[in-house]
């Protein structure tokens, strides 16, 4: 399984949080360094291939002046201020967990699996899980099958996208070879695809993907629906704005870390 433990495991998305959390940007190592030192659990990290084959650290495809990832060199990521996935590996705490949020690439098709984002990721996923928890997590289900081949003791999830209909969803997890599912909590919101009437309550979908022994993480839940979301017995969140969640779900540690 890729969360152990009788409570929630806290993932810091993106580092503290999604945009800009107590000054720090997302997906910087300010950002993640900032996360470790809060007593977050895991972090979810996003990771992109650039065209010399070195990992990044990126959420969007391309830059905001639509340089794509895949067209720069490890060097041009640098000098833009992209992070490098080994530079904030050699920088994070051991005992802190990572999600690898795999981001494939279109360019990724001209390539075999063995030359995909997701094979440059499986060897550095397994070196990390030798000291520290890991997983494995993507959108894309064919870079999961090739993560399983060549890190096959690495924990993958299924991430499904915003709002995608958690029928299909819990069935896709239930029946991949993957340990988890990812699931966006616009999943569990009525929507006009699947409103109210015809959704399944939280608790009834964990219990069906414990039942096939699976785990559930929520994303991006709001500080509103933490209650109910972890009440629910989901194995994990990934969340927005740390500190405001710490602080929430941990208050007696959140004041004596202020206090030290």
């Not at 904030?88 to 063995?114: C, N, Q, Y």
Request: glycine content about 8%; aromatic content about 4%; charged content about 20%.
């Amino acid at each position: 399984m890729a969360f152990p433990g009788d409570q929630s495991t806290v993932i810091g998305h993106r580092g503290l949080g999604g945009g800009t959390v107590e000054g720090h940007r997302e997906n910087t190592l300010g950002s993640f360094m900032a996360a470790a030192a809060s007593g977050v659990d895991w972090l979810e990290v996003d990771v992109r291939r650039t065209s010399d084959d070195v990992l990044v650290v990126a959420h969007d495809p391309a830059y905001d002046d639509g340089m794509f990832h895949i067209d720069t060199t490890a060097a041009m990521a640098r000098e833009r201020g992209t992070l490098l996935l080994d530079d904030l590996l050699a920088s994070l705490p051991p005992d802190v967990g990572i999600d690898f949020d795999l981001k494939s690439s279109m360019e990724d098709a001209a390539r075999p699996a063995t030359g995909t984002t997701a094979a440059l990721l499986a060897p550095i996923a397994a070196r990390e899980a030798r000291g520290r928890p890991v997983a494995v997590s993507s959108f894309d289900p064919a870079a999961l099958l090739t993560t399983r081949m060549l890190a096959p003791d690495v924990p993958t999830g299924l991430l499904t996208w915003l709002r995608f209909p958690i029928g299909q969803a819990v069935s896709a997890a239930a029946h991949l070879d993957v340990d988890f599912l990812a699931v966006h909590m616009g999943s569990v919101r009525p929507t006009p695809i699947e409103p109210e009437v015809q959704q399944r309550p939280l608790d009834y979908i964990v219990s069906l993907l414990h039942g096939a022994d699976r785990q559930v993480m929520a994303w991006c839940p709001k500080l509103t629906e933490l209650a109910r979301v972890l009440g629910a017995g989901v194995d994990a969140v990934c969340v927005n704005d740390v500190p405001s969640v710490l602080r929430q779900l941990r208050p007696q540690a959140s004041s004596a870390a202020t206090e030290d």
